[in-house]
């Protein structure tokens, strides 16, 4: 098992010679998005948090890999926390998810995708028993097309989903697994039944940087 490395915490707004103790309540919740075991399909890292969002701030991000390598999908999850709220949080804690996934044409063209993207991450929240409050987000149909020198590169069709969302307690372990959950659904891939034990996280010789 290959333990993930310390999330690195932000506090915006400090100055060189602060030393104002972190939150317990952010240090508590934050420890909650180091799950030492993912399904064998997802690789996690510790990736920087924005400064400009909350006080304070840590965050993951994951891709999602075919058996062959191919990677499928990619996400991150950004933990916010403000010890006085902010407008639309509905409490101290706000989490912000993004998940990209290689989709083909026609489902892309479908219009209930957006409908059914949004039910995945909803779905997954319910099924790990994650309870929140205030949810929205988007889900957009990307189309890329090359031109130039790169006229010859296949067209390319994407679903981006963005999603922000106030957990309810500050045990976030069940959000992260549903947005795990989220980028396998996004990638063709159904979660694991019930019973059937996800696998220590593995580590890549040359893993590729987390994409924006």
């Not at 701030?57 to 994951?62: I, N």
């Not at 390598?69 to 912000?96: K, N």
């Not at 219009?111 to 991450?121: D, Q, R």
Request: net charge negative.
């Amino acid at each position: 098992m290959v333990p993930m490395r310390s999330l690195p915490t932000y506090a915006s707004g400090m100055t060189i010679g602060d030393a104002a103790p972190v939150p317990a309540a952010f240090r508590r919740a934050a420890a909650t998005l180091r799950p030492t075991e993912v399904r064998p399909e997802i690789e996690l890292e510790d990736i920087p948090a924005p400064q400009r969002l909350a006080p304070y701030s840590a965050a993951v991000g994951a891709s999602v890999y075919r058996d062959d390598d191919d990677e499928l999908a990619v996400g991150r999850l950004i933990m916010l926390f403000d010890p006085d709220g902010q407008r639309g949080w509905d409490g101290q804690f706000r989490l912000v998810a993004y998940v990209r996934a290689d989709m083909e044409p026609e489902i892309t063209e479908d219009p209930l995708l957006g409908p059914v993207a949004w039910s995945w991450l909803t779905e997954s929240l319910d099924a790990h028993g994650a309870a929140y409050a205030a949810a929205g987000g988007t889900v957009t149909r990307a189309v890329s097309e090359g031109f130039g020198n790169k006229a010859e590169d296949p067209v390319t069709t994407e679903l981006e989903l963005r999603a922000s969302w106030s957990p309810l307690e500050e045990d976030l372990s069940g959000h992260v697994a549903a947005w795990c959950d989220l980028m396998c659904l996004a990638a063709g891939m159904p979660p694991l039944p019930p019973g059937v034990a996800a696998l220590p996280q593995r580590r890549r010789e040359d893993p590729e940087s987390f994409r924006t």
